[in-house]
DNA sequence: TCAATAACGGAAGAATCTTCCATGAAGGCA
DNA sequence: TGCCTTCATGGAAGATTCTTCCGTTATTGA
């Protein structure tokens, strides 16, 4: 799976992670090919999924998604079709930036953004607690962002 | 803060983020300026932190890092000291993709990207219980990824 | 060793970037 | 109102980059 990418690959893809905006030409000279070979080993890259998108970072202060918080949830009933329903129903929620389904004291692991705290208490109380079968929520208000999304280490 | 955004500069930021690939031109035509004017807004919202950098998005799975961990952490004491030594420490494990201080039964929470649980469990041995203060850690192994980094709502 | 396959770099037309400049709109002030 | 300053816009053009074709080189396997 991962045996198909050798040193150029591997370094290309750091370089990209750290800049997606690197353009072709400095790509090539970065790792040492020409633009054509360069060009072509991106474009796999993309094609066979190593790359799933590239993404404009957006400060989140800057558009008034300032405030992070953690939220476990624990479902009335742990069956298949309450996990199905709950899924479904978070997919539409915009501000929810990770569900994860998990093991241990909660069934679901949430990662929101929003204004501030006030706006998470009007949406803890209308669109959270109201998401199909919770039973349950604890909340983690965070104090700072020590680290936050990370590029991936390989 | 965000006043200075207009309606245009928004719908910028929102194709960047879905798409941190689009050429000038193109985004050019999708929000109806000249692409001198695109590139003059484009050059400001970076120069101005609305986007802080751009990502390729690399496929976790790809990379032998198909493994997701939550962990909540306790630290001994809750001293400026404390939090600042366990802060830096954690800044130098790559393996870390988030660190949030949080209110709340935990002192951190924990987002973790590895190759598979046994990688977890020698990285939980020794590296997560020897960071500085850490008092205990709970686990929360990430069986199914409903959502993982949503672009922002904005 | 030799053939077959795959990857490479050079080259060139097409497209894009980037900047300068002149024009037109918006806001402040007498 | 009339004028001036300030600012954002679009056209234009040289420089750069992209993208693809093609001949050559390296690698693999019999």
């Known amino acids: 799976m991962k045996a198909s990418l050798d040193r150029i690959d ?14 072709n030409a400095e790509l090539a000279q970065s790792v040492a090919v020409s633009p054509a070979t360069c060009h072509r080993r991106t474009q796999r890259l ?9 993404r404009a970072v957006v400060t989140p202060q800057k558009v008034d998604r300032g405030a992070l918080v953690m939220v476990g ?15 479904k129903a978070v997919a539409k929620l915009k ?10 004291d909660f069934d679901y692991f949430l ?17 959270l607690i109201a998401l199909p079968g919770v039973r349950q929520t604890r909340t983690f208000f965070v104090m700072k ?6 590029p991936l280490d390989f």
């Open 10 to 23: 591997l370094k290309m893809l750091r370089l990209l992670q750290d800049n997606g905006r690197l353009t």
């Open 46 to 54: 993309f094609d066979e999924g190593y790359i799933s998108h590239v």
């Open 73 to 87: 949830v624990v479902l009335d009933r742990s069956t298949p079709e309450s996990f199905a329903e709950f899924e």
């Open 95 to 104: 501000f929810i930036l990770d569900c994860h389904l998990v093991a241990g």
């Open 111 to 127: 990662k929101i953004r929003v204004g501030d705290m006030a706006d998470f208490n009007r949406i803890h109380g209308d669109q």
């Open 145 to 150: 962002e020590v680290v936050d999304n990370a």
